[in-house]
Nanobody, 118 residues
Framework: QVRLVESGGGSVQAGGSLTLSCAAS????????MGWYRQVSGKQRELVAT???????NYGDSVKGRFTISGDNAKNTVYLQMNSLKPEDTAVYYC????????????WGQGTQVTVSS
């Protein structure tokens, strides 16, 4: 089993900043990538940012230039620094991990609410 523990969500005014963190623990041999997705009720879950174990980063178009993802391979932890937050960033943010060989598989965190008020 793999457990993802998320922290750092909350409420902030537009223009403010928040930092999310997600730590993976449990029985696995390696991690290929970790990342963040977000979902608004009634809409599809969308990519926020991902980072591979080798450091390759991918951002969703709506957060480029404002959000920064980083990872600590030794701690199996990923961070998301969110700056210049907008009301449209309001969503539940989910951590995701993509495991490597030999087990593979993908797991999701329980989600953390981020609310940005205007």
């Amino acid at each position: 089993q793999v457990r993802l523990v998320e922290s750092g969500g909350g409420s902030v005014q537009a223009g403010g900043s928040l930092t999310l963190s997600c730590a993976a623990s449990g029985r696995f041999f390696s991690i290929n990538a970790m990342g963040w997705y977000r979902q608004v009720s009634g809409k599809q879950r969308e990519l926020v940012a991902t980072i591979t174990s080798g450091g390759t980063i991918n951002y969703g178009d709506s957060v480029k230039g404002r959000f920064t993802i980083s990872g600590d391979n030794a701690k199996n932890t990923v961070y998301l620094q969110m700056n210049s937050l907008k009301p449209e960033d309001t969503a539940v943010y989910y951590c995701n991990v993509l495991l490597g060989s030999p087990g593979y598989g993908t797991y999701w965190g329980q989600g953390t609410q981020v609310t940005v008020s205007s």
